[in-house]
């Protein structure tokens, strides 16, 4: 006889990481309350829980390669390619934000434990946004993900674009999830579903043709809502002053666990729920990627903060990686590459001027970085790879991520979007190049003084720029990955 358990599908595996992030968070919390911790041994339990968090992940493998693509809690969390990819992204991005997020959480006064739970508590809320079959369920890690990024932009109370940072971030983002909810409704009152794969079979059942028009608006809604967090054109305005206001030491993690939930929605929402319907949203998609690509470009030429500069480039990203998203299952596995390839620059890029700037800095001038390669040759080289990277380089895995994503726009006759991604792309050597001019080759008068790495900066630093070059000259790997992510629906 079939249990309860059995019935809902109840299995902790499946929800193992977010269920370690937050009992981490709580062993956190009891130890600030009720007992004397010292610093090491808080450390020492945010770094197990994060190492344990990793290990869950694995356990997630062996229960999708022992039953597949599975739906569990009452058809409320999917195990899927995509949850895998997702949870192992954001595990490594917390772990190798780990030093950065502690150092500057110990200079936030009598805050110090606080911005290590919201850390955690954001990043179980993006995996619980990833894991998520129904799209109210969606809406939930989204919530617990961004309300406690909101947080933690603000959490340096003394400074004033901290303060606004995490004002705006709160008021616009509030908005997005408003639309988002908005799209959920109408969608479920057309169709009468709520999930991903429900959504597909719904299309197929009574086809495309007569899908009814506030399912189309209901989806265009949740799009926007998740276009927001990836800061897509004309949804970036917050991206640079949220970038420029949060403490330094966060922003690497905040940019890149949003964008990975975030587009990894996307492309499940593109490949399953919306495979059939895809077409009715090219020119919304083309709009966006163009736009993106635009004002992304125009106002990162004249950005003097780097920390802006590298918001603005971000917004160009999320219109490349948008572009392969809506081009064919093909297209998004090119996504997928060019997005990690991308978490990987943008992580390391923000250690960098973490380690420079002081941890809870909100202006870094791009003076900053001048003559940083006469007393910092090894930052200088791991920041020149990192920016090459950025701007398409050969012998880098962005050359590699844009060379895939152009071809594949260019099979499928996608000619605009092609001339536009190479201008952009070519565009961006100035603005990508000129500060490793700054800090590398340009003559300073009051050069950058020697800076003393801890072993764990320069094993990060040297990991995320091996793994920039690597990609870059043997790039099979990760392009065997993000084809095995989507290989069920081509």
């Known amino acids: 006889m079939s249990t309860i358990g059995d019935i809902i599908g109840f299995n902790l595996i499946v929800i193992g990481p977010t269920l370690v992030l937050v009992a981490t968070a709580l062993i956190l919390l009891f130890c600030t309350i009720t007992i004397e911790t010292s610093v090491f041994i808080k450390q020492s339990i945010t770094l197990m829980g994060i190492l344990a968090t990793i290990f869950t992940v694995f356990l997630k493998f062996g229960l999708f390669f022992t039953d597949g693509v599975s739906s569990y809690f009452s058809e409320k969390i999917l195990l899927d ?10 595990s490594l991005i917390l772990l190798f934000n780990f030093t950065s997020i502690w150092n500057t959480s110990a200079e936030v006064k009598d805050k110090t434990t606080e911005a290590i739970i919201l850390t955690l508590m954001s990043a179980s809320g993006f995996m619980l946004m990833i894991d998520a079959e129904n799209f109210m369920m969606l809406f939930i890690g989204l919530e617990i993900g961004s309300i406690s990024l909101y947080a933690l932009a603000g959490i340096n109370r003394g400074d004033l674009l901290s303060n606004e940072a995490a004002l705006k971030y709160f008021l616009l983002g509030s908005l997005a999830s408003c639309v988002l909810v908005y799209g959920v409704a109408l969608i479920y009152i057309s169709l009468s579903i709520s999930g991903f794969y429900d959504t597909a079979i719904a299309i197929s059942y009574i086809g495309p043709p007569n899908v009814p028009l506030t399912t189309f608006i209901g989806f265009l809604l949740l799009v926007v809502g998740l276009l927001f967090k990836v800061a897509a054109a004309p949804f970036q305005s917050w991206a640079p002053d949220v970038y420029q206001g949060s403490p330094t030491g966060y922003v690497g993690y905040m940019a890149s666990v949003a964008k990975v939930a975030s587009f990894l929605v996307l492309c499940r929402l593109c490949v399953v729920s919306l495979r059939f319907v895809i077409d009715n949203f090219d020119l919304f998609f083309v709009v966006v990627v163009i736009a993106s690509i635009f004002i992304g470009s125009f106002f990162a030429t004249v950005q003097s903060d780097l920390k802006r500069l590298i918001a603005y480039s971000g917004v160009i990203q999320s219109g490349f990686i948008l572009s392969g998203i809506v081009s064919g299952v093909n297209g ?17 890029i923000f250690i960098i001027f973490t380690v420079i700037s002081g941890r809870l800095s909100s202006n870094f001038s791009i003076e900053n970085i001048s003559g940083l390669f006469v007393e910092n040759k090894f930052l200088t080289i791991c920041f020149s790879i990192f920016m090459l990277g950025l701007a398409g380089i050969p012998l880098t895995s962005g050359f590699i991520s844009k060379f895939i994503l152009i071809t594949n726009l260019w099979s499928y006759e996608s000619y605009l979007l092609v001339v536009i991604l190479m201008l952009s792309t070519v565009a961006g050597f100035y603005f990508y190049l000129r500060p490793i001019w700054i800090a590398a080759i340009e003559k300073s008068e009051s050069p950058v003084e020697k800076i003393t790495l801890s072993r764990s900066h320069v094993l990060s630093l040297s990991v995320l720029a091996f793994a920039t070059i690597y990609f870059g000259l043997l790039p099979n790997s990760l392009i065997n990955i993000s084809r095995w992510v989507i290989q069920n629906y081509l």
Do not use: H, K, P, R
Request: proline fraction near 0%; charged fraction near 5%; avoid cysteine.
């Open 332 to 348: 998004t596995s090119a996504s997928i590459f060019y997005m990690t390839a991308y978490v990987i620059q943008l992580i390391g």
């Open 81 to 90: 390619e995509f949850s895998l990819f997702g949870n192992v992204l954001i």
